[in-house]
């Protein structure tokens, strides 16, 4: 099973951006959909972007054409890169890693679920 550790999360002002960043180390990274998840204060946790072993990504309406999902197989990193941050993208984002699939659902993809990382915090002020 793999483990993961996320990073680049902070503060920042309405329109600006942030990339975060998610090591995944002790088994292969190839093997996995890796994906964020977000929760806000008072809130259930929330699928925001998949990415599965071919690259093909998925995205939650609220982020789509804001947010971008990618990894680097060569560096076991899944990063999320985000723009034009509202003050309703603030919560702690984690990373999970899902086998053997997406499965095309976000239902599915949280079946398929196998580890989260400890999260890390995003602040977007207005």
């Known amino acids: 099973q793999v483990q993961l550790v996320e990073s680049g999360g902070g503060s920042v002002q309405a329109g600006g951006s942030l990339r975060l960043s998610c090591a995944v180390s002790?088994?292969?990274?190839?093997?996995?959909?890796l994906g964020w998840f977000r929760q806000a204060p008072g809130k259930e946790r929330e699928e925001v972007a998949t990415?599965?072993?071919?690259?093909?990504?998925k995205y939650t309406d609220s982020v789509k054409g804001r947010f971008t999902i990618s990894k680097d197989n060569a560096k076991n990193t899944l990063y999320l890169q985000m723009n034009s941050l509202k003050p309703e993208d603030t919560a702690m984002y984690y990373c999970a890693a899902a086998r053997p699939s997406c499965g095309g659902s976000w239902a599915l993809f949280r079946r398929y679920l196998e580890v989260w990382g400890q999260g890390t915090l995003v602040t977007v002020s207005s």
């Open positions: 990415i599965n072993t071919s690259g093909i990504t």
């Open positions: 002790g088994d292969t990274f190839s093997d996995y959909c």
